[in-house]
């Protein structure tokens, strides 16, 4: 992952992206408003997946259940990014059961 090339995408900036001090620039990863976010999928990769085979991954980051783990799902088209989420983090069916009402981190690859 490259920071100058990472795209945080929330509906508040602050809820992501540490705020620098007036006239300082940030050096965190970038933000922009889920809005903008497909207009700009749109406008640059006009179906490219089409036709592709695509992996949804349910993942948590820590143990499944701990009050400690934050869940997500990733969508990706490589094979290799789902090998590299077993190894990182725990993904599943359990995962998707644990998910339920809470908070999930949405992630596209």
Not at 5 to 19: L, M
Not at 41 to 68: A, W
Request: proline share 6%; net charge neutral; charged share 25%.
């Amino acid at each position: 992952r490259v920071e100058s090339k990472t795209v945080i995408c929330t509906e508040n900036e602050r809820d992501t992206i540490p705020q620098p001090a007036e006239g300082v620039k940030g050096q965190l990863g970038h933000w922009i408003s889920p809005k903008n976010m497909e207009a700009a999928f749109e406008e640059r990769f006009p179906g490219c997946m089409r036709g592709r085979t695509m992996y949804v991954i349910p993942y948590s980051m820590g143990p499944v259940g701990s009050p400690l783990a934050k869940y997500g799902i990733q969508v990706t088209d490589s094979a290799y990014v789902v090998a590299s989420m077993r190894i990182m983090t725990r993904m599943g069916a359990n995962v998707l059961d644990a998910i339920g009402e809470d908070e999930v981190v949405k992630c596209l690859h």
